[in-house]
């Protein structure tokens, strides 16, 4: 099992980036495939969740309307689209399966990537 995060950067506030998550080593479509990020100091947060199968999808508060996650179930990759990029959205971001037919909390999530750095300057 595999989950590849890329797309991070720097960027000012305001600006926008996507970020990418390849999966491979699993039946995607059994899966939930999280976003989550972390700062030091702090606990890894979750942010956007999506089931693969039927497209369910959830947004922690502080990124609804700005953040949208979606799917492309061909290529077993899920993205990150994060707009009206602030600084307190400075963090590692890091994608994360869960073999589940809906979104659950964090420690659900068996499989991880990396994480891929992401820095919104003011």
């Known amino acids: 099992v595999q989950l590849v995060e890329s797309g991070g950067g720097l960027v000012q506030a305001g600006g926008s980036l996507r970020l990418s998550c390849a999966t491979s080593g699993f039946t995607f479509d059994d899966y939930a495939i999280g976003w989550f990020r972390q700062v030091p100091g702090k606990e890894r947060e979750g942010v956007s969740c999506?089931?693969?199968?039927?497209?369910?999808?959830y947004y922690t508060d502080s990124v609804k309307g700005r953040f949208t996650i979606s799917s492309d179930n061909a290529k077993n990759t899920v993205y990150l689209q994060m707009n009206s990029l602030k600084p307190e959205d400075t963090a590692v971001y890091y994608c994360?399966?869960?073999?589940?037919?809906?979104?659950?909390?964090?420690?659900?999530?068996?499989?991880w990537g990396q994480g891929t750095r992401v820095t919104v300057s003011s």
């Open positions: 994360a399966g869960d073999r589940a037919p809906r979104c659950r909390s964090r420690t659900y999530f068996d499989y």
């Open positions: 999506i089931t693969t199968r039927n497209r369910s999808t």
